[in-house]
């Protein structure tokens, strides 16, 4: 009778301290988890210049100063669209949080919104389009593999 009482003592001896561990082993890839997803990214940082960190690891060295010259070029066009937006955008949430809720504020708003978000695109387009044009067919096609591929679902070479 004493044997059978020590197997679920050594038993839970065991279990506990594995426990732990897996516990914290899984706590510790979670929290590894959300740190990539938001520390890897800074906030500071504006889609201009992703877009130029992403081009610049990409494309041959050349390639990318041509690229990046064409898009620095009309910075100023599309960071006062970009202005334009942002205040639209804060209208935007104004009127969303605005007590009473106005139909017609918001129906406004939107439609602010979205023209300066097409103002925005519109003023970037263009320069996209000459940017691109400074690059080869291969570097185009290593931008589409490797980057906004995943992205709209091109697949790879």
């Given at each position: 009778?004493?044997?059978?009482?020590?197997?679920?003592?050594?038993?839970?001896?065991?279990?506990?301290?594995?426990?732990?561990?897996?516990?914290?082993?899984?706590?510790?890839?979670?929290?590894?988890?959300?740190?990539?997803?938001?520390?890897?990214?800074?906030?500071?940082?504006?889609?201009?210049?992703?877009?130029?960190a992403?081009?610049?690891?990409?494309?041959?060295?050349?390639?990318?100063?041509?690229?990046?010259?064409?898009?620095?070029?009309?910075?100023?066009?599309?960071?006062?669209?970009?202005k334009?937006?942002?205040?639209?955008?804060?209208?935007?949430?104004?009127?969303?949080?605005?007590?009473?809720?106005?139909?017609?504020?918001?129906?406004?708003?939107l439609?602010?919104?979205?023209?300066a978000?097409?103002?925005v695109?519109?003023?970037?387009?263009?320069?996209?389009?000459?940017?691109?044009?400074?690059?080869?067919?291969?570097?185009?096609?290593?931008?589409?593999?490797?980057h906004?591929?995943r992205?709209?679902?091109?697949?790879?070479?």
């Amino acid at each position: 009778m004493a044997e059978s009482a020590a197997r679920p003592r050594d038993w839970r001896r065991i279990a506990l301290p594995c426990s732990i561990v897996l516990n914290l082993f899984l706590l510790a890839v979670i929290g590894g988890h959300f740190y990539s997803r938001y520390a890897a990214r800074p906030q500071d940082k504006t889609m201009l210049s992703r877009l130029l960190a992403r081009v610049e690891t990409t494309l041959p060295a050349d390639e990318a100063a041509a690229f990046k010259a064409v898009i620095l070029r009309d910075q100023d066009k599309y960071f006062a669209a970009r202005k334009k937006l942002l205040a639209a955008r804060q209208e935007l949430l104004a009127q969303l949080t605005a007590d009473p809720y106005s139909k017609a504020g918001m129906t406004q708003a939107l439609k602010d919104w979205k023209a300066a978000w097409d103002g925005v695109s519109g003023e970037f387009s263009g320069t996209l389009v000459d940017a691109l044009a400074t690059v080869s067919p291969q570097g185009r096609r290593r931008l589409v593999t490797e980057h906004w591929g995943r992205r709209f679902g091109v697949p790879g070479p």
